[in-house]
């Protein structure tokens, strides 16, 4: 069992790593012989033998010995040729589970907020009403901006896990409550725009309202439908149509792209998410043309076909679009406007209350022990 268990870890890594069996070999200074006999579960390696593979893979040896967490509710649609599915994967299921271990040793579990939204009369399922019913069920007023996506999700039993993988095809997943969730998982590899982030998450959460009926992980397939729908709901989530509305009257006077990029600052949303509820608005109007054009007359540049789409018709605007990278969003928000707390607030408190050990923290947030101890000598400036 044991040497199935390690086999299947150094596969699933070497894989993520795009590494061969001859490339991993080389690096751990061992034969390709000696490598390909662990891997197809023919001899059970040394302890010093597998220091030396998890040095060349470049993570914990506990991660090559310890059984992977299966989760089953899933909502990962991914492209085939994405390669990182089985890693991430294992990485979330041990995330969740560093997260409901905490929460447990601290007694500081939140209820999830999502059972009491209950379905619409007859069964309606529209994501703009939706929307509205959710942000009543957090406690936000009908025109409020979200300030703190991250903190809104997690002080209502959401789950908010970062990942980061250099991938333009991989923005997130979601996790339901019957595998340790509900939790939006987002990547915040550095050339997606924060802006993507903080739309992905609300996206995630859409798909955990809308269609949890849908979560099976061995379902890969986009359903362009329910990413429609998802779209939808993450857009009135954010910039509820009341709100945008009185901040559109209030930029009255402005130039159309200085508009635009005010409201997406007002809301952290995308330029293209501000633009799309204006077509959405006003049928009829090219407003993709007339941003593309003032802004070029602005700025002195003129967008390419990869920074702004053409005259995207409301039906186009699906999750399988690619966002631009982050270089290339203007006036694009920090990382600092998308920041996941409560993990790390777990962590301080479980130090604090002798539940765990400095060198569990940093396991559990994936620092360097050495990190860890600054991190932990950063928590005496407090009040």
Same mark, same amino acid.
């Given at each position: 069992?044991?040497?199935?268990?390690?086999?299947?870890?150094?596969?699933?890594?070497?894989?993520?790593?795009?590494?061969?069996?001859?490339?991993?070999?080389?690096?751990?200074?061992?034969?390709?012989? =000696?490598?390909?006999?662990?891997?197809? %579960?023919?001899?059970?390696?040394?302890?010093?033998?597998?220091?030396? *593979? /998890?040095?060349?893979?470049?993570?914990?040896? %506990?991660?090559?010995?310890?059984?992977?967490?299966?989760?089953?509710?899933?909502?990962?649609?991914?492209?085939?040729?994405?390669?990182?599915?089985?890693?991430?994967?294992?990485?979330?299921?041990?995330?969740?589970?560093?997260?409901?271990?905490?929460?447990?040793?601290?007694?500081?579990?939140?209820?999830?907020?999502?059972?009491?939204?209950?379905?619409?009369?007859?069964?309606?399922?529209?994501?703009?009403?939706?929307?509205?019913?959710? %942000?009543?069920?957090?406690?936000?007023?009908?025109?409020?901006?979200?300030?703190?996506?991250? =903190?809104?999700?997690?002080?209502?039993?959401?789950?908010?896990? &970062?990942?980061?993988? #250099?991938?333009?095809?991989?923005?997130?997943?979601?996790?339901? /409550?019957?595998?340790?969730?509900? /939790?939006?998982?987002?990547?915040?590899?550095?050339?997606?725009?924060?802006?993507?982030? *903080?739309?992905?998450?609300?996206?995630?959460?859409?798909?955990?309202?809308?269609?949890?009926?849908?979560?099976?992980?061995?379902?890969?397939?986009?359903?362009?439908?329910?990413?429609?729908?998802?779209?939808?709901?993450?857009?009135?989530?954010?910039?509820?149509?009341?709100?945008?509305?009185?901040?559109?009257?209030? #930029?009255?006077?402005?130039?159309?792209?200085?508009?635009?990029?005010?409201?997406? %600052?007002?809301?952290?949303? &995308?330029?293209? #998410?501000?633009?799309?509820?204006?077509?959405?608005?006003?049928? =009829?109007?090219?407003?993709?043309?007339?941003?593309?054009?003032?802004?070029?007359?602005?700025?002195?540049?003129?967008? #390419?076909?990869?920074?702004?789409?053409?005259?995207?018709? /409301?039906?186009?605007?699906?999750?399988?679009?690619?966002?631009?990278?982050?270089?290339?969003?203007?006036?694009?928000?920090?990382?600092?406007?998308?920041?996941?707390?409560?993990?790390?607030?777990?962590?301080?408190?479980?130090?604090?209350?002798?539940?765990?050990?400095?060198?569990? =923290?940093?396991?559990?947030?994936?620092?360097?022990?050495?990190?860890?101890?600054?991190?932990?000598?950063?928590?005496?400036?407090?009040?």
């Amino acid at each position: 069992m044991e040497n199935e268990i390690i086999a299947g870890n150094l596969l699933r890594l070497r894989k993520s790593k795009k590494l061969t069996q001859q490339k991993l070999a080389e690096a751990s200074g061992i034969s390709r012989v =000696g490598y390909r006999k662990i891997e197809n %579960r023919e001899s059970k390696p040394r302890v010093d033998t597998l220091k030396a *593979i /998890a040095a060349a893979l470049e993570v914990n040896i %506990r991660e090559l010995v310890s059984p992977v967490r299966q989760l089953s509710h899933v909502r990962f649609r991914s492209q085939k040729t994405f390669n990182n599915r089985e890693q991430i994967l294992a990485e979330i299921g041990e995330k969740l589970e560093n997260y409901s271990e905490l929460e447990s040793l601290l007694n500081l579990q939140i209820d999830n907020k999502l059972t009491k939204i209950k379905p619409l009369p007859g069964g309606k399922r529209d994501p703009k009403e939706v929307a509205d019913q959710v %942000r009543k069920q957090f406690k936000l007023t009908a025109d409020e901006p979200i300030v703190n996506i991250c =903190g809104l999700l997690e002080a209502n039993g959401v789950k908010v896990i &970062s990942v980061r993988r #250099t991938s333009e095809n991989f923005f997130g997943l979601s996790v339901s /409550a019957l595998d340790g969730g509900p /939790a939006v998982i987002v990547n915040i590899w550095e050339r997606i725009p924060v802006e993507r982030w *903080i739309f992905s998450a609300v996206h995630e959460l859409g798909h955990l309202i809308l269609h949890l009926p849908a979560f099976d992980v061995r379902e890969i397939d986009e359903n362009l439908e329910e990413e429609k729908e998802a779209n939808l709901f993450a857009s009135y989530f954010l910039m509820p149509q009341e709100a945008f509305v009185r901040e559109w009257k209030n #930029t009255y006077g402005l130039p159309l792209s200085g508009r635009v990029l005010k409201i997406k %600052r007002i809301f952290k949303v &995308s330029y293209k #998410t501000v633009l799309y509820r204006l077509h959405e608005n006003i049928p =009829g109007m090219n407003v993709w043309k007339l941003f593309q054009n003032d802004y070029r007359q602005r700025y002195g540049k003129t967008l #390419t076909s990869k920074e702004e789409p053409s005259a995207l018709e /409301a039906s186009d605007y699906s999750g399988s679009v690619s966002e631009e990278c982050k270089a290339h969003e203007p006036g694009n928000l920090s990382p600092l406007d998308f920041q996941c707390e409560r993990l790390w607030f777990l962590v301080r408190k479980g130090i604090e209350a002798g539940k765990i050990t400095l060198s569990r =923290g940093a396991e559990v947030l994936g620092l360097s022990l050495v990190n860890m101890r600054n991190l932990s000598r950063s928590w005496e400036v407090g009040i």
